[in-house]
Structure formats: structure tokens, C-alpha cells
């Protein structure tokens, strides 16, 4: 049997959370991302298919220096509940992408509820 790599691993994670959480108008879905360098954050709406919001840690205009760190992680969850809060939406449904919950994604979600997202 073939060894499977931590992704592929994370991928059939995620995959399986995926059948049982899908976002709405009314309750979008907060997905998250993580490399080693960046963390990425969209508000998607899965009835459309269209991203609503997006944030990350690579863009220049955000400000954040990095995403490979709990600050960055925190920053980022600020800009996306900001940008989704502009847009109208104040409640939605939170896809850990197939991550633990912990460390930079606990960061990034704790942050967003503190800006005032709700999930």
C-alpha cells in the first residue's frame, strides 16, 4: 500500500467535510487555507459557486507581512470580517479545510468572530 502524504491526507479530510457543509445567501461558507508561507480566507457562496470575499496574507495593500505566523493568521481573519461585514454579511459557516483546529487556523477564526463574524 502506497504511503499517502500529509495533503493527501488533508484532501480526504476535507473532501468528507465538504459533503456535510455547504454555504448559502443567507450563511456563506468561510473556507481557509494554509501554506507555509501564506494563508488565504474566501466567503463563498456554494448555491452560486462565486466568492464573495477574499483575504490573504500575500496582498500587498492588506498590510499583514506574512501568513506563516499567529499574527499574520489574526490579521487576515480581521480583513476578512471587515470585507464581509461591507458586503452585508454577518453569519457563516466555517470550513477548517480539512486542518486541524488549532494554531494559525484557530487564529484566524477567532479573530473573525472577535471583528464580528458569526459561526
Do not use: C, W
Not at 494554509?34 to 474566501?42: D, E, F, P, V
Not at 476578512?80 to 453569519?91: F, V
Amino acid at each position: 500500500m502506497a504511503k499517502s502524504s500529509k495533503n493527501d491526507v488533508r484532501t480526504r479530510i476535507h473532501t468528507r467535510i465538504r459533503l456535510k457543509l455547504r454555504g448559502s445567501q443567507e450563511r456563506p461558507r468561510l473556507a481557509v487555507f494554509r501554506s507555509l508561507k501564506h494563508i488565504y480566507a474566501q466567503v463563498i457562496d456554494d448555491r452560486e459557486g462565486h466568492t464573495l470575499v477574499a483575504a490573504s496574507s500575500g496582498e500587498k495593500t492588506a498590510g499583514v507581512g506574512t501568513g506563516g505566523n499567529l499574527a499574520g493568521a489574526k490579521e487576515v481573519g480581521k480583513l476578512i470580517a471587515e470585507r464581509a461585514k461591507s458586503k452585508g454579511i454577518s453569519k457563516v459557516v466555517f470550513d477548517r479545510g480539512g486542518y486541524l483546529y488549532h494554531g494559525r487556523i484557530k487564529a484566524l477564526a477567532d479573530a473573525a468572530r472577535e471583528a464580528g463574524l458569526e459561526f
